[in-house]
């Protein structure tokens, strides 16, 4: 049974001004998710940026997402590093802290070979009984899960269950799909191709545009689970600007500065992340404007 079904958020992490996590606005977005209809947290991914959290934070973080959901939806935490070993301590701790499932991106910077990532996904998963979701994300780790090596791993590890794919190729998800008889769990790492990635058979989003319209993106996501693929696409395409503003900068700039346009005070980014620049958060403004939300 897959982990979840529908629209995941991948979740920012609110700041307060000195640059410490605000747990008080976490608590309060997650509300908002859920009340939105999300249907799964993806806690301390890219988008929360773990990279620039401690690993104390990072745990903090989990810990505390996991209590305020209270089992109400499913809570994936992100347990990736660079360091098999970090991935590993990271994983034992979402474990005990409650999580549901887990995200494990590849080995950035290492450059790992197919047979390294088989071990790597491997040893984590050795060391947990929570359902693993592997992150397959080319562009930002500088290596790619071959369809192949996913396949394999999911066949011979019982609690590999799936992937997260932000490769943007349709063919390598569709190769997935095929070499596994469509069981492996697919999840679109990419807003702007949910619809065409569930066509195939994925089983929903891991998004950063449910930071700002959760309800409108559980809407798409529902839809072509309900085989609603007109209504789906409809939705994909008037959000498609929108979902292109979002990343005009490196996530999670954009979903950040959308959310303070929001007046939700998510406060601010760690460096080496840095403000949007003004001419990109007009554009955003703008595309927020045009289809209709709320800007404070």
């Not at 592997?134 to 996913?150: F, H």
Request: charged content about 25%.
């Amino acid at each position: 049974m897959a982990i979840f079904e529908g629209a995941g958020v991948a979740l920012i992490t609110p700041m307060n001004a000195d640059g410490s996590v605000n747990y008080e606005k976490l608590d309060e977005i997650l509300e908002m998710q859920i009340e939105g209809g999300t249907d799964a947290i993806i806690s301390c991914g890219t988008t929360g940026e773990a990279s620039t959290l401690s690993e104390e934070e990072h745990v903090n973080c989990i810990k505390f997402t996991c209590e305020k959901v209270a089992g109400r939806i499913p809570v994936i935490a992100g347990t990736g590093s660079n360091s098999t070993a970090t991935a590993i301590e990271l994983t034992k701790d979402a474990e005990k802290c409650g999580a549901d499932g887990l995200l494990v991106v590849t080995p950035y910077y290492n450059k790992s070979t197919q047979n390294g990532l088989k071990a790597h996904f491997s040893a984590i998963a050795k060391e947990t009984k929570l359902p693993m979701l592997m992150y397959n994300i080319p562009g930002r780790t500088g290596v790619k899960i071959e369809a192949e090596t996913a396949v394999s791993l999911w066949k011979e590890v019982d609690n590999i269950v799936g992937v997260k794919d932000a490769t943007g190729d349709l063919s390598e998800t569709a190769k997935v799909l095929s070499l596994s008889d469509g069981g492996v769990d697919v999840y679109s790492g990419n807003d702007d191709i949910v619809v065409p990635l569930m066509s195939l058979g994925g089983k929903g989003v891991i998004s950063v545009l449910s930071n700002v319209i959760p309800k409108e993106t559980h809407d798409m996501v529902a839809a072509c689970l309900a085989g609603d693929y007109a209504t789906a696409a409809k939705l994909q395409l008037k959000f498609y600007d929108l979902i292109k503003a979002l990343f005009i900068e490196v996530n999670p700039i954009p979903v950040k500065k959308a959310m303070n346009l929001m007046g939700l005070d998510v406060g601010g980014l760690r460096l080496p992340l840095t403000e949007m620049e003004d001419k990109n958060a007009k554009i955003l403004a703008d595309e927020m404007a045009k289809i209709g939300i709320k800007l404070a």
